[in-house]
């Protein structure tokens, strides 16, 4: 089920802090990122476990193509996207978990997720 990103932010928040673990740590700033940006209503994501799920659709989570961001051991975080079940075609990233916020603008821009470089950069909103 897709999930409001503050919500996944928390789920990665409360899963991380107890071990400091830097790969579930990343995850929730990610998140936190993606909240407080224009893409927060552009992108929907879900949680499995300790991964993380992305898509541009606001379908049930594995029903299309997506973004699978996998913790890894010694703080690495594998960027996976599914739109095929044949995994040697995939699009396949493995990097540090501090550069999660590069990875996944260059993922964005690799494959043509948003045109807008600024995407991820923080937006007012204004409550109503």
């Known amino acids: 089920m897709n999930r409001s990103w503050m919500d996944i932010a928390e789920f990665y928040r409360d899963l991380g802090r107890p071990t400091e673990d830097p790969a579930l740590l990343a995850l929730e700033r990610l998140a936190r990122r993606i ?21 541009q659709m606001p379908i049930r989570p594995y029903m299309g193509p997506f973004l699978r961001v996998t913790p890894k051991p ?41 045109y807008d470089p600024t995407a991820l950069h923080p937006v007012d909103r204004v409550a109503h």
């Open 74 to 114: 010694r703080a690495m975080l594998e960027f996976r996207y599914e739109d095929t079940s044949i995994r040697g075609r995939q699009w396949v990233r493995l990097d540090p978990a501090q550069q999660v916020t590069e990875r996944f603008q260059s993922f964005m821009e690799q494959l043509h997720w948003t």
């Open 35 to 55: 909240a407080r940006s224009a893409l927060n209503d552009a992108l929907f994501g879900w949680t499995s476990v300790t991964e993380l799920g992305i898509q």
